[in-house]
């Protein structure tokens, strides 16, 4: 994967995550929470994205999402039913070393 690819990708979930913050502002329930997605997740891709447009990565040993941790960990997601928003942190997560 290259870095253009990996930036698409954080981008695309961003949006993703912006519409299920629309979503749970509108009442429509989902698995992510609006504390999850705008005070951890969309944070987070932020970051990444100014990262990567900055040349800025870190360590190869030191890349790696805390959304992912925390979905995985602490928020207790399904992970034999994933949402969109679990696929894709857990894609990033996987290929964030890769670039």
């Not at 040993?61 to 928020?75: I, Q």
């Amino acid at each position: 994967m290259d870095k253009n690819e990996f930036r698409d990708d954080v981008k695309n979930l961003i949006k993703v995550c912006t519409i299920e913050v629309q979503h749970r502002k509108t009442g429509i329930n989902g698995e992510s929470t609006i504390e999850q997605l705008e005070n951890t997740i969309l944070p987070e891709l932020n970051q990444l994205l100014t990262k990567v447009d900055n040349n800025q990565l870190p360590p190869l040993s030191e890349r790696y999402l805390l959304s992912f941790a925390n979905a995985f960990k602490v928020w207790g997601w399904d992970m034999n039913q994933p949402t969109e928003i679990f696929v894709k942190l857990a894609d990033i997560n996987n290929n964030y070393s890769k670039i």
